[in-house]
């Protein structure tokens, strides 16, 4: 059976049009979707990966799987119901010719290591890799599988979710305590507070920084501090544009106003022919 794989990108219009071919061979087949996979089995078997990984990459997931399910296993996490990554203070346009930004580093292998689901050793192995490597990592925690099932029709005949929920929530946990964390910096820092995402908060008052850099190390969570330069906040219809220099880089934030919606157009377009 002839098979074309993809390993540089998750090509959307590519997987598309594999699946309206496969429709056309008059034979059943299956979409298998994962957070960094699409595999389309069939006539032809096609799989598209955000990139190709190493062995070490996915041992390094089975010993973090290991711990953590072992931690399960004697204790019980609150479940995760509400996710967020980002909050933005309401603001009216403004600039500035400096902003401050504390990131935390490395934060959800920090959650995990001080909150004791993994061990010391687990977490200097997972802080030795490369920044994307153990992001990814930690976030095959949450992963689940999509299958939808055709039939020779090219109907959807079937459709299941494959999660682990007790991992995901695990993932959410980090996600969660990483929030809570930037909530307290903006309680901390009043006024002076612009946004956060994800593990990073910025602000205005450059002495504010002192303050949350004390609050950082007295809950065990390292940081690095840096000064943005040329800040500009606009609102648009439904996001805040966020634009700064750092160092020699242009980086934009484009933040919702309203609750974000996160939805692959692979997902989409197949939830469409259900």
């Not at 089995?41 to 955000?50: D, L, Q, V």
């Amino acid at each position: 059976m002839k098979s074309i794989n993809y390993i540089d990108g998750l090509d959307v219009e590519k997987a598309k049009n594999a699946i309206e071919f496969l429709k056309t061979s008059r034979q059943p087949f299956q979409v298998i979707m994962t957070n960094y996979t699409i595999n389309i089995k069939g006539a032809i078997n096609y799989k598209f990966m955000k990139q190709e990984r190493s062995f070490k990459f996915f041992a390094m997931y089975n010993k973090l799987k290991k711990e953590v399910t072992d931690y399960l296993l004697k204790n019980e996490l609150p479940t995760c119901k509400n996710i967020y990554y980002y909050d933005i203070a309401p603001k009216p346009d403004f600039k500035a010719d400096k902003v401050f930004n504390v990131d935390l580093t490395a934060a959800y292998i920090h959650v995990l290591k001080n909150e004791k689901i993994i061990s010391p050793e687990l977490f200097d192995e997972l802080n030795a890799l490369e920044k994307q490597d153990r992001l990814s990592i930690v976030g095959m925690l949450a992963s689940k599988k999509s299958v939808y099932s055709f039939n020779d029709q090219g109907e959807i005949i079937n459709f299941e979710i494959i999660e682990n929920k007790a991992l995901r929530n695990v993932f959410f946990h980090c996600v969660n305590i990483t929030f809570l964390i930037m909530q307290e910096i903006k309680n901390l820092i009043g006024e002076s507070y612009i946004y956060s995402w994800v593990d990073g908060v910025y602000f205005t008052n450059e002495m504010d920084s002192f303050l949350i850099e004390d609050y950082l190390l007295s809950i065990n969570y390292p940081f690095k501090t840096e000064t943005l330069e040329n800040f500009i906040y606009k609102n648009e219809k439904e996001h805040v544009a966020i634009i700064f220099d750092k160092g020699i880089k242009t980086k934009t934030f484009n933040i919702p106003t309203k609750k974000n919606k996160f939805a692959a157009d692979i997902y989409n377009y197949l939830q469409k022919q259900i």
